[in-house]
């Protein structure tokens, strides 16, 4: 109480009010420095802002513009950009578009003057936030992270809708200058990453970090829609304290492989790769690393785990990518006009039944396609079975009949930390019914909870695997942001 009066403000030294202050969120942070000029002083000490989570939008599904907060962001990085040390950002630059799961920009096609004004918002705020960070040298950690809709052919945030919005590309000329005066002009980098941003990174980006960076540089992320390979082996061989890498799968060469598991270099803890299968034809997966790199980097990083992603990818270039001394931890099947087939699932619980926990299957397309057809078990099952360590199983798009579903249920237990099966997804074999009294979808949820020993239910959208991309390709803290500048997608403010 004597805190709120003007003497006992007063009274207290400033190193103390900031001790205080430590302990506030950001949010109550900025609420408390609207109280009187001393507590907006200590506030803004610079110890309070070492780190700054934050999201930002172009646009919002309600039709509004993100625009007005960019105000706030300008205030933010004017403040903290000079000396902040951790800094995750995510951009949408058409809110609500975070997943191509979801339909935001179908919703905004109509609306073509509103995506050209959020794309000019994307536009400013990336450079007001790089801006900030060009002459911060105790940056330790970088984290942008994007839209996953720019992987999509037909999505109007590609770079030629940009190119319309930028005419001449004078800002995107800006912002890569920009990114590549922060990697110059950085001393401690630790962890670099610029996932799905658009026009952000380019193949020489990597080029221009300080040589105290590659020294210091524990975890790198590039991934981008282009065609030329934003991590070059020669880039690469600078950064030999490297322990965590993600990239494209098609710019993973023999070449890469082999230097990673050179004896000179640290270990590889964690390797995830993104297979989009929209830009095989210009990128395909002739010089990829074989068998036998892969049997090297294993020796060598011998606690290394992998993780793919792999978007509208047939099963024939599954199969191909899918060599059996990769230690698949865990791997994410996103599809809409490809289908997977049984013979994928059945190869990947073989292969990698002692390293994967985590199996994600998507398909947003007409029909539910099977994989027990003409099988006497379901593969799905055996996943289950023999996948002794799979803790996390998400399916939507395909059929899960619901007695394979108790199955699965009862095979993992209680190991099985997420089972998540969209309603839609589930079948119930007639035959079944008639030998079993009362509603069908209770008993299912009484049966499957019984197995898992908690309370299940089916879900009633896919929302739930929107974040999976983010916790590979972008830091897993960032699904916390700070509520200053953020856009109006509740959904991901809880995932």
Sequence with gaps: MALCS?????????????????????????????????????LFYPALWTELKLRVGGGTNGGGSGSEQTPRLEFLMRKFGSFVRELQLEFAPLDGCLSPLQHGVEAVESDPQFAKDAMVTYLDQVLCVLGSLRNNRNLQKLSLYGDTCILQDDSILDSSYLSQVDQGGKKIKEIQQLFEEILSNSRQLKWLSSAFMLGVVTPCSLASLSNPSTSSLEHLSLIDNQLPSLISTIELERLIHLQSLSLEFCDFTSDMCRLLACGDRAPLHRLSLLLNGAALDVKPLDGTATEDDWKAL??????????????????????????????LERIHLDSYSTLVTDGVVELISQQYHKTLSHFILMRDDAGFPDFSVNRNEDPLVLLAWRCVHLAVLIIHGYTVWSHNLVAISRLRGSSLRVLEVSEESIDFDPDQSVYIEGDPVHNLVKEVSLGLGRVWHPSMDNSVVLNEPTQHFHPPESTVFSPTVRSSRGQWDKA
């Design 298 to 327: 294993v020796r060598r990083s011998t606690n290394l785990r992998v993780y793919i992603m792999a978007m509208d990818v047939c099963s024939q270039d599954l199969l191909r990518v899918l060599k059996p001394s990769v230690p």
């Design 6 to 42: 003007s003497v006992g403000a007063l009274a207290l030294p400033s190193e103390l009010i900031v001790h205080i202050f430590s302990f506030l969120s950001d949010r109550d942070k900025l609420r408390a420095s609207a109280v009187c000029s001393r507590w907006r002083e200590c």
